[in-house]
């Protein structure tokens, strides 16, 4: 008679695997938030963000984790610091020493992010947490050269950081947090100067033309004569988006080796 004995190294040795790579390259954390224009689709965001962090993934050295949804009308904004400050802290235990928080549309809380940031690192840590703002980083984006007057091409950044601000509401510099060997980036929104109805126009331009763009299932919505330019200007601005993250997530892997 033979005796078969099953173990579960397999299952064991996968799972450390998974840990392992967790450990070693930073994990990418969207913060899903609400669009400006109520009449958007609020799957619409969740889509865009997925689609473009899938391809941050597949660019650089990054693990993309289940996004938290901090929407204001789904919790209480006072349980955001508590909702967020858990996450970081599972992770950071786990041997997670690179972060990026990236939000996706309007309604952010952005003081209750920081609040939950700070404390978070410094629990897991047990160490004076040190905040510095950070330039977003100069990317090139192909498809993008606008001539102004007197003043030869205008820059990438002028063009699309504007729209950038609006949707998916990254500011033009964002917050680092570090404690002991930890880092952790927070894109987030700048202040609002621009007035509501333009913002919210914009907001809505762009996430129309990223959903041409990303969203097969939904160009139905977008009537077919103008399908083609929604689409072009979403592939661009979804390009930049990709190449922003790709840059931050590179500035964070770099200063861990």
Known sequence: ?????????????SEQEATRRRQNSPLLLSLMGRVAQEQQPFSFVSEIASHITRRVEQHVRVSVVPAIYCDDQMCDLSALPDRLGVA????LHQGVRRLLLVPWGGGQAVDAWIE???SALQRAMGEEVRRTTMASPCVHVDGVSVRRAFEGFASVQD?????????????????CFSAGDAKIALLHSPKCTRQQPRRNALEASTV???TAALCSTQVSLIPASDLAQWKKDGHIYA???ISLLCAVTESLQKERT
């Open 159 to 175: 063009q699309l950081n504007p729209l950038v601000e609006q949707f998916p509401g990254w500011g033009r510099t964002y917050t």
């Open 88 to 91: 970081l802290t599972a992770w």
């Open 208 to 210: 129309k033309a990223l």
């Open 239 to 241: 390009h930049y988006l």
């Open 1 to 13: 008679m033979v005796t078969t004995t099953v173990t579960n190294t397999h299952m064991m040795t």
């Open 116 to 118: 939950a940031t700070s």
